[in-house]
T-cell receptor, first 112, second 115 residues
Framework: DAKTTQPNSMESNEEEPVHLPCNHSTISGTDYIHWYRQLPSQGPEYVIHGLTSNVNNRMASLAIAEDRKSSTLILHRATLRDAAVYYCILRDRPGSARQLTFGSGTQLTVLP | NAGVTQTPKFRILKIGQSMTLQCTQDMNHNYMYWYRQDPGMGLKLIYYSVGAGITDKGEVPNGYNVSRSTTEDFPLRLELAAPSQTSVYFC??????????????FGEGSRLTVL
């Protein structure tokens, strides 16, 4: 399975944008890029996903490089509640039985 | 909808004891999963199921068993608990078929300590 590489930790100031990077140089043409986050003492929750085009939803934006070897999760205005571990994950087409593999993710600290 | 419900939330076991972690979902999802998460680490897949009566091993299945007799329930059984099984266990589900985003819905976790 294709792997992803993320920084272990990042810091951001409250109410400022945060750009969380992810490298996935061995991504295949059918792999979707998913982002999940895990708040303290909770299960992971879905944030966003995309294939080739940039995506926006109420939680975040996902910017995907043209060659798809990297992507960036963008939180437009970080709040203290956004402090979590963020996982960048590759998976096959949504109907596939192949499973998500979670790496160690990026621990985001939001400073007041 | 309650989503994915796990019980118990906390449990302490002695070495060699057995127990079952319960997981139920009310979203009529075909796919269900069990992950474990050790401190400071990502999630590792233990077992998964693509529908009632069908289960398969994940990355770390040793020491565990599962069954899927109904769409709603996916219990995880630990037969002979060992300290290496001290972890937080997460159950998750997602719909199968098309169209769907592939989004996984997670339970709140079950924290297991084996002493």
């Amino acid at each position: 399975d294709a792997k992803t590489t993320q920084p272990n930790s990042m810091e951001s100031n409250e109410e400022e944008p945060v750009h969380l990077p992810c490298n996935h140089s061995t991504i295949s043409g059918t792999d979707y890029i998913h982002w999940y986050r895990q708040l303290p003492s909770q299960g992971p929750e879905y944030v966003i996903h995309g294939l080739t085009s940039n995506v926006n939803n109420r939680m975040a934006s996902l910017a995907i490089a043209e060659d798809r070897k990297s992507s960036t999760l963008i939180l437009h205005r970080a709040t203290l509640r956004d402090a979590a571990v963020y996982y960048c994950i590759l998976r096959d087409r949504p109907g596939s039985a192949r499973q998500l593999t979670f790496g160690s993710g990026t621990q985001l600290t939001v400073l007041p | 909808n309650a989503g994915v419900t796990q019980t118990p939330k906390f449990r302490i076991l002695k070495i060699g004891q057995s127990m079952t972690l319960q997981c139920t979902q009310d979203m009529n999802h075909n796919y269900m999963y069990w992950y474990r998460q050790d401190p400071g680490m990502g999630l590792k897949l233990i077992y998964y199921s693509v529908g009632a009566g069908i289960t398969d091993k994940g990355e770390v299945p040793n020491g565990y068993n599962v069954s899927r007799s109904t769409t709603e329930d996916f219990p995880l059984r630990l037969e002979l608990a060992a300290p290496s099984q001290t972890s937080v266990y997460f159950c998750a589900s997602r719909p199968g078929g098309f169209p769907n985003t592939g989004e996984l819905f997670f339970g709140e976790g079950s924290r297991l300590t084996v002493l």
